[in-house]
């Protein structure tokens, strides 16, 4: 079994090789933010849940850029884009959040629901629980992983009613 040092020695290995491989694919904005590091949050989030859960950052993007309901880029802490499952990881800091004005919290639910709309689903994590607990946030994270593996996230229900009608042989249909 692989002793502690030698799991964070492959873990760096990948973060770095990880990072490399979206800066290749960057432009910008989001090369910029890549270039000046993660932020704490972030570092600890990668290490302490997604790594032991997942063991591989593959699918799992950093600073990913996506428009706003007014086309507005917007910078999420990370993607996860599995197949056709698209969920937006975002480490929230009680302070931060506790500060916003209403305004920026409106504007944030909107966001939410404009990410949700356009087939997103959020899973935010409390900075807090992720330093005081980070065990219970590994344990949703694998039940989290377990359920997107089964593709249980892919379609909402209108959607599978859809495609449900497109998969019938032509002239038929489903009451």
Same mark, same amino acid.
């Given at each position: 079994?692989?002793?502690?040092?030698?799991?964070?020695?492959?873990?760096?290995?990948?973060?770095? @090789? *990880?990072? !490399?491989?979206?800066?290749?694919?960057?432009?910008?904005?989001?090369?910029?933010?890549?270039?000046?590091? $993660?932020? +704490?949050?972030?570092?600890?989030?990668?290490?302490?849940?997604?790594?032991?859960?997942?063991?591989?950052?593959?699918?799992?993007?950093?600073?990913?850029?996506?428009?706003?309901?007014?086309?507005?880029?917007?910078?999420?802490?990370? @993607? *996860?884009? !599995?197949?056709?499952?698209?969920?937006?990881?975002?480490?929230?800091?009680?302070?931060?959040?506790?500060? $916003?004005? +209403?305004?920026?919290?409106?504007?944030?639910?909107?966001?939410?629901?404009?990410?949700?709309?356009?087939?997103?689903?959020?899973?935010?994590?409390?900075?807090?629980?992720?330093?005081?607990?980070?065990?219970?946030?590994?344990?949703?994270?694998?039940?989290?992983?377990?359920?997107?593996?089964?593709?249980?996230?892919?379609?909402?229900?209108?959607?599978?009613?859809?495609?449900?009608?497109?998969?019938?042989?032509?002239?038929?249909?489903?009451?």
């Amino acid at each position: 079994m692989e002793d502690r040092q030698e799991q964070e020695q492959r873990f760096e290995e990948a973060r770095l @090789a *990880w990072i !490399q491989r979206h800066l290749r694919s960057s432009t910008k904005e989001r090369r910029r933010r890549l270039e000046q590091g $993660q932020k +704490e949050k972030d570092m600890l989030f990668l290490k302490e849940i997604w790594w032991p859960v997942f063991g591989r950052l593959d699918d799992l993007h950093p600073q990913y850029e996506v428009q706003d309901e007014k086309g507005a880029p917007v910078f999420l802490d990370f @993607a *996860w884009l !599995q197949g056709n499952q698209y969920f937006h990881i975002a480490v929230k800091e009680f302070e931060t959040y506790a500060r $916003q004005t +209403e305004e920026e919290r409106n504007r944030e639910m909107m966001f939410n629901a404009y990410m949700t709309i356009c087939g997103y689903r959020m899973l935010p994590i409390a900075y807090d629980a992720l330093v005081e607990d980070p065990a219970e946030i590994r344990s949703l994270m694998a039940s989290f992983k377990e359920k997107a593996d089964q593709g249980k996230f892919g379609l909402f229900p209108s959607e599978r009613r859809v495609y449900r009608y497109i998969e019938l042989p032509q002239g038929w249909r489903r009451r």
